[in-house]
């Protein structure tokens, strides 16, 4: 059985810092490429960020947190991350992490396994 457990969201002041951590068991995770969505209340889920199956290789960023949030991901403990750095209130959402076979095509409907979210509020 898959579980994919998100942590680490929580409420957070405009221009601090958060790191989400996705840890993931029943699946042979360096096979996986792994990712972040995120959706707003009243919004369609969004994909954040994806990297392919090793840490540093390829990397895939939404253009509204380029330069701001940083994938990564640890083999050894099954553990994929996401550092949100200078966060602004239109981060606030549920964060879900996902997991899928290959790096392309990372659409809502295309993922093979899905965590069941972790809050973020980003407000001062």
């Known amino acids: 059985q898959v579980q994919l457990v998100e942590s680490g969201g929580g409420l957070v002041e405009p221009g601090d810092s958060l790191r989400l951590s996705c840890a993931a068991s029943?699946?042979?995770?360096?096979?996986?490429?792994m990712g972040w969505f995120r959706q707003a209340p009243g919004k369609e889920r969004e994909l954040v960020a994806v990297?392919?199956?090793?840490?540093?290789?390829?990397?895939y960023y939404a253009d509204s947190v380029k330069g701001r949030f940083t994938i990564s991901r640890d083999n050894g403990k099954n553990t994929v991350y996401l550092q949100m750095d200078i966060p602004k209130p239109e981060d606030t959402a549920v964060y879900y992490c996902?997991?899928?076979?290959?790096?392309?095509?990372?659409?809502?409907?295309?993922?093979?396994?899905w965590g069941k979210g972790t809050l973020v509020i980003v407000s001062s």
């Open positions: 990297i392919s199956w090793s840490a540093g290789a390829v990397e």
């Open positions: 029943g699946l042979t995770f360096g096979n996986y490429a």
């Open positions: 996902a997991a899928k076979s290959s790096f392309s095509s990372w659409t809502a409907d295309a993922i093979d396994y």
